[in-house]
């Protein structure tokens, strides 16, 4: 018994193009973002999904409407959100990259830590296996829900997670796959 499922990151926003940490903030696409997620749409067209799961964020509620709309059903669902940065969120994104190492176990002031959003995630994953096993889902989310994915199912480590994060490499893909 499993549920695949294919994530996929929301498309670049404005703040991702000014490099500030949009954490909890709503966050807008910009117009590359609006070409990404479409783009994303075409690429996934002849893919089947039982249901579609985004994060109840702005930017990544945006792109699962614009790349997966008329292809399944489409469920906001808050556990997918992005870290909450407190403090840094709308600060420049390279202070929160410093520290992500450090908010690991303690949360950033006035937000939380990676191991809530670790959290966050284990609770999801149960309510997938209850409710979508044998099923194959995709998610549209954040930088920090997908960490806690590679902890969670790729039994990385959360500074194993944070260092072989894509984005380093700039080593974008149409969805990466995990079993649950």
């Keep these: 018994m499993a549920v695949k499922i294919t994530y996929f990151v929301h498309g670049t926003t404005t703040d991702n193009e000014k490099d500030l940490a949009t954490g909890w903030s709503q966050g807008q696409l910009s117009k590359k973002g609006i070409k990404q997620a479409k783009e994303l749409g075409t690429a996934v ?25 008329g292809i399944a059903k489409i469920i906001k669902d808050k556990r997918l959100r992005e870290c909450n940065y407190g403090d840094f969120t709308g600060r420049p994104a390279e202070e929160v990259r410093s520290r992500m190492k450090e908010q690991i176990d303690v949360p950033f002031p006035n937000g939380e830590s990676y191991r809530d959003v670790e959290k966050r995630i284990a609770g999801f994953l149960e309510f997938l296996r209850r409710s979508y096993d044998n099923r194959h889902v995709a998610v549209v989310a954040h930088q920090a829900p997908q960490f806690a994915l590679d902890v969670l199912i790729k039994r990385k480590t959360w500074e194993e997670a944070i260092e072989q994060d894509w984005r380093k490499s700039m080593n974008w893909q149409p969805g990466w796959e995990y079993t649950a």
């Design 45 to 69: 067209s002849g893919r089947k999904f039982d249901a579609v799961f985004c994060s109840d964020l702005k930017r990544a509620a945006d792109s699962a409407d614009l790349a997966f709309s």
